[in-house]
């Protein structure tokens, strides 16, 4: 029920808002500074909060944002919110002051969604069970890629990275182990 801010250099951390109504299962910040978290609880729901720790409003965000409302949290190169549906298969594309739904696409996953990343115009999706990542460029209306991790040994995937040599890294949970993959052809790096 709290967001901590880490200090890289230091190793330092500071605990910026506590005790809030729910638990955050995803944090967004935008380049002015507004912070954007996905509660849960009894009333799931996305935040908008200040640096200071005290003011905090709900963003009355329209559409459904799957049955257990919204998980990951990103901005696209537009200054968008996208917000990853928690147990459904949708990617959602919000004003982030407004709170209107500009847009949504879907993959054939199932749903419970536990990696959302961007690079440029490109989301990268990743569920908790299986052996692919979805891409979708959110410059045009959305269209979806599948990459098929090769040779995975995923049984519990829970995040995802990217680097600038086109390299995909998977937390493998219960292997306690970070695969490494090529991005576009899904080969298996170590």
Do not use: C
């Amino acid at each position: 029920g709290s967001v901590v801010a880490v200090d890289l250099d230091t190793m330092t951390t500071q605990t910026v808002w506590a005790d809030l109504q729910s638990s955050p299962r995803g944090i967004a910040m935008f380049p002015n500074g507004d912070i954007f978290l996905a509660m849960n609880g009894p009333d799931t729901h996305i935040v908008k909060l200040d640096w200071n720790g005290v003011s905090w409003e709900h963003e009355d965000f329209s559409g459904s944002i799957g049955s257990w409302g919204p998980g990951k949290l990103g901005v696209d190169n537009q200054d968008r919110l996208i917000v990853a549906g928690d147990s459904t298969h949708y990617v959602y594309i919000y004003d982030p002051n407004t709170g209107n739904l500009i847009d949504s696409f879907t993959h054939s996953g199932a749903g419970n969604i536990l990696g959302l990343r961007f690079v440029d115009s490109k989301v990268y999706v990743l569920e908790i069970f299986g052996d692919r990542v979805w891409v979708g460029d959110l410059d045009t209306n959305p269209i979806q890629t599948e990459v098929i991790l090769q040779d995975s040994n995923l049984d519990y995937s829970h995040g995802l990275a990217l680097d600038n040599n086109g390299r995909l890294y998977i937390a493998n949970y219960y292997a306690s182990k970070i695969e490494v993959y090529d991005i576009s052809s899904g080969a298996w790096i170590e």
